[in-house]
C-alpha cells in the first residue's frame, strides 16, 4: 500500500508514470504536428488517444520484457527502455529520444499497415 512515503513506490509505479509521459508526450507531438491526435501514415489517419497509446505501449513493449525475462528483470529492462525514449530538450523540457520517435512510429506504423491489408477489422461501435 502507498502511503505517499519515498519508499512505498516500486517499479511498476515508476514503469506505470513513465509509460504515461511517453504516451502524454506523443499525443502532443501528433497533434502540434497534426493539428489534432491524429498519427499518420500512408495517407491513414490514426485518431489517437492516451488510454490506447499507453495499452499499446503495456502490451508490446512491456509484454515482451514480460515475456522473456524474470519480472525483477523485465522491469529493469523497462525503465532502461523507456528512460531511452526521452531526452530533455533545449528548453529543458522532456521530449521524445529519437529513438522514442523511432519506436513509436514503428508501432503505430505496422499496426496501420495491418489495418490496410485487411489484417485488422474495425471494431463495431456499440451505444
Known amino acids: 500500500m502507498n502511503t505517499g512515503k519515498k519508499d512505498d513506490f516500486n517499479k ?21 504536428k497534426n493539428g489534432q491526435p491524429y498519427y499518420t501514415h500512408k495517407n491513414y489517419h490514426l485518431p489517437i488517444f492516451l488510454a490506447t497509446e499507453r495499452m499499446g505501449m503495456e502490451n508490446n513493449i512491456e509484454g515482451a520484457f514480460y515475456s522473456r525475462e524474470t519480472k525483477e528483470d523485465a522491469e529493469q529492462y523497462i525503465l532502461t527502455f523507456y528512460r531511452n525514449m526521452l531526452e530533455v530538450s533545449n528548453a529543458k523540457c522532456l521530449k521524445l529520444s529519437f529513438m522514442g520517435q523511432e519506436i513509436l512510429a514503428q508501432l503505430h506504423n505496422l499496426f496501420i499497415d495491418d489495418v490496410l491489408n ?3 477489422q474495425p471494431v463495431a461501435v456499440v451505444h
Open 12 to 32: 511498476a509505479d515508476v514503469i506505470t508514470s513513465v509509460r504515461c509521459v511517453i504516451s502524454a508526450i506523443f499525443v502532443m507531438q501528433c497533434n502540434v
Open 118 to 120: 485487411g489484417n485488422v
